[in-house]
């Protein structure tokens, strides 16, 4: 997530940000992934029903480019478009300059989504 976040550090978690209502575009995540202590701080760019597709690390929802401005480096990603589910939603960190081989991202469920980070 650099440079929005760094490695190692302390993060809040509103544990009740989604309770009424799920994630918006644009929201920074925490994902529950294998067991209770292994999390993910995401950014949330593709919302439910939404068709996501990465081109030139550009990256599209429904075939209008999205802007970014807090991806600072972007190499050129290229991800098949993929239809989200009803709970899903598609995550990816900020830190888009290395290859996409060596990055997380992709749908995520709603149930792994554990809230909204405070800071």
């Known amino acids: 997530m650099l440079p929005t976040y760094g490695p190692g550090e302390l993060h809040l978690v509103n544990l009740m940000?989604?309770?009424?209502?799920?994630?918006?575009?644009?929201?920074?995540v925490a994902i529950r992934m294998a067991g209770?202590?292994?999390?993910?701080v995401k950014r949330v760019i593709g919302l439910p029903g939404e068709r996501v597709s990465v081109s030139?690390?550009?990256?599209?929802?429904?075939?209008?480019?999205?802007?970014?401005?807090?991806?600072?480096n972007r190499r050129?990603?290229?991800v098949p478009e993929v239809t989200l589910g009803q709970h899903e939603y598609f995550v990816i960190g900020d830190?888009?300059?290395m290859a996409a081989g060596e990055h997380d991202f992709g749908r995520a469920e709603i149930d792994r989504i554990l809230g909204r980070i405070l800071y």
């Open 76 to 78: 050129p990603w290229d």
């Open 56 to 72: 030139q690390g550009q990256v599209q929802i429904n075939g209008t480019t999205l802007a970014e401005p807090y991806v600072r």
């Open 95 to 97: 830190n888009r300059g």
């Open 17 to 28: 940000a989604y309770r009424a209502s799920g994630p918006g575009r644009g929201d920074v």
């Open 36 to 40: 209770p202590h292994v999390v993910y």
